[in-house]
């Protein structure tokens, strides 16, 4: 038993703390431009490959993705697009230097903005983001809310026991594939805020 347990700890070594990644001014734009004026445009978070299963019981979220295509004739939706790409670069960078030097540059990324409420008691069970039908390397969840004003929404990678509450602006990333399933426990006061990062 304590070779598993020594073994889930060496696992854990892939996962790499982030620290005040994004900063204040960056934020503010993001619940400007996006938690305010495209609120509407949230949708709820999907199960299994993204295109079936709305199932409340494993994952209750409401999502937007963000991509060049959304960015139209927006100078503030570029200016953001294009920080989270340096970013992603520059969270990749630390990864390879302090993770994984096999780890290989991204080749595309995908952003992706989650919204967790005690309305709709917000969580996620044990899942994982690599699939056949969407290939991914590394998954970044930053958080875009203050900790302290919401109750509940720990991050659990695998079954450690220690419980993620996201730093406002800080984050962690970790292997996407099966070796790091991780769930969002249920968000039971306020309003959790999250961006999440794919590499493939």
């Known amino acids: 038993m304590s070779d598993l347990k020594q073994l889930s ?4 070594h892939y996962a790499l703390e982030l620290h005040d990644v994004i900063t204040p001014p960056i934020i503010n734009l ?3 431009y996006i938690y305010t004026k495209r609120s509407e445009s949230f949708q709820k978070g ?3 490959d993204g295109t079936v299963n709305l199932n409340d019981k494993i994952r209750s979220v409401e999502v937007l993705g963000f991509s ?3 960015i139209g004739t927006s100078v503030s939706l570029r200016v953001l697009y294009n920080k989270l790409r340096f ?7 630390a990864y390879m230097e302090e993770v994984s030097p096999y780890y290989l540059p991204p080749r595309e990324v995908t952003f992706q903005f989650l919204r967790y409420t005690d309305k709709m008691k917000g969580h996620y069970e044990f899942h994982t983001d690599n699939s056949y039908t969407n290939p991914r390397t590394t998954t970044t969840i930053i958080g875009l809310s203050d ?6 929404g720990e991050l659990q990678i695998q079954n450690n026991e220690k419980l993620m509450k996201l730093n406002y602006g800080g984050g962690v990333i970790f292997p996407s594939n099966f070796m790091f399933p991780h769930k969002v426990h249920p968000v039971t006061k306020g309003e959790r805020k999250v961006l999440v990062i794919w590499n493939r």
């Open 68 to 70: 060049e295509q959304n």
């Open 87 to 93: 970013i992603n670069n520059a969270i990749a960078k």
């Open 30 to 32: 993001i619940n400007n």
């Open 9 to 12: 700890d060496k696992v854990l």
């Open 147 to 152: 900790p302290n004003s919401y109750e509940g």
């Open 46 to 48: 999907t199960t299994g």
